[in-house]
């Protein structure tokens, strides 16, 4: 009957000594009364000794394991800190008080192997939980940096495109004067025979065959420029990329009804060599328009009126290859580097950002391709697109092709 109260001395002294002493732990906490672990400890003690108490006084086992909850809940709540704290009470506050319990060498040894088996258990826990804590964090962090990666990729791809639909609307800018020049003669030829319908109705002498003859004149001219004007439209038009099964030689055909113009002006002879085949690759088919109309652009204005353009294809296995010869100026080798960097030019007598090239090479790559280049200055360049050839492979989203 003695022993009891020496008991319940000790495990409330227990108790007390290790919540307040995880309360330690608690960086955050001012007070062990406002801490939430304190009360948690205090309580398994309560209850776990008022169990024992009434009904389980026959298994000392059981009252020795109760000694080590305190570690077990340290590891959970303060990790390795806690630990080695708890142990820290256990060896100099509790396992003392042990021996005010009991006195048997049996009961003392049972009670240290209990200890260091709780206390390597709790370590381990607390070193897993550790783990698994720092893995969640990491996981979190990459979740989180992903999401970040995914934002600036989607602001990338709208900024290339952008940058794509600039580069645009500057070759169209430098066709400018090639297509108002186009567009002028069959305006004024639609002003001219206007004005003779006109005259013909002012004297009365109506002639309803010559009358449909002039109108059918006008009717002609007004379509071509419409044809005209749509084509630009279409070129101009901002358009999400699809990629999909593209005939090489009706993206070079598009490309050269839009700059016939400005060839047109200066004279130039095109010549066009397009094999025996007609080459298929994998492309958008405007973004592949409108590398080859900077291509073209770009080699016409280094040429004098008179000189000759040829537009070449071949392919073999693996490659399609679009290469646009001109008989220019050529490119300086100490150039040759810069011509991919972006506002990088050497035209002085016409408009340019340089653009052109940059926007041009980042299309081809992406569409895991090159542009290659040789040039000899006096002679002429040649720039060469090579593409990927198509091999009938299934594409996803793919549509007829054009």
Not at 12 to 28: N, V
Not at 92 to 118: E, K, N, Y
Not at 346 to 355: H, N
Not at 375 to 386: C, Y
């Amino acid at each position: 009957m003695t022993e009891k109260p020496q008991q319940k001395r000790f495990v409330l002294e227990k108790g007390l000594a290790t919540g307040l002493t995880l309360q330690l732990l608690h960086a955050r906490a001012k007070t062990g009364i406002r801490n939430p672990h304190f009360w948690i400890i205090i309580g398994m003690f309560v209850v776990f000794t008022w169990v024992y108490y009434y009904l389980l006084q026959s298994y000392k086992d059981i009252y020795i394991i109760i000694f080590f909850y305190p570690l077990i809940y340290a590891a959970i709540v303060y990790r390795i800190r806690g630990v080695i704290i708890s142990g820290v009470v256990f060896l100099g506050i509790l396992l003392p008080q042990a021996l005010v319990v009991s006195q048997d060498p049996v009961f003392l040894i049972r009670t240290l192997i209990f200890a260091a088996f709780a206390y390597f258990a709790s370590s381990l826990g607390a070193v897993l939980l550790n783990y698994v804590e720092h893995q969640l964090e990491a996981y979190q962090e990459i979740l989180s940096l992903n999401e970040k990666l995914n934002d600036y990729l989607d602001r990338l791809q709208k900024a290339q495109q952008q940058l794509i639909q600039a580069a645009k609307l500057s070759s169209l800018g430098q066709l400018s004067a090639a297509v108002a020049h186009e567009l002028n003669n069959p305006m004024a030829g639609m002003l001219i025979y206007t004005r003779l319908i006109k005259e013909k109705i002012v004297k009365g002498a109506i002639d309803k065959e010559k009358i449909q003859s002039n109108l059918e004149r006008i009717e002609s001219a007004i379509e071509y420029c419409n044809g005209i004007i749509h084509g630009l439209l279409d070129f101009a038009r901002q358009t999400e990329p699809l990629l999909r099964p593209v005939t090489v030689g009706r993206a070079i055909d598009k490309a050269m009804s839009l700059t016939g113009h400005q060839i047109k002006m200066k004279t130039i002879e095109v010549s066009r060599e397009d094999g025996l085949s007609q080459p298929l690759v994998v492309a958008d088919f405007n973004q592949l328009v409108q590398v080859i109309i900077n291509l073209i652009v770009n080699a016409v204005q280094s040429m004098k009126e008179g000189s000759r353009l040829t537009i070449k294809t071949s392919q073999n296995d693996s490659w399609v290859r679009i290469s646009v010869i001109d008989t220019g100026y050529g490119i300086p080798p100490e150039n040759m580097d810069k011509l991919f960097t972006p506002f990088f030019t050497t035209k002085e007598d016409v408009k340019g950002v340089g653009l052109g090239l940059a926007v041009s090479h980042g299309i081809i790559e992406r569409h895991g391709g090159r542009i290659e280049v040789e040039s000899e200055v006096g002679k002429g360049s040649t720039f060469t697109i090579v593409l990927p050839a198509y091999k009938g492979e299934e594409l996803p989203n793919a549509e007829n092709t054009r």
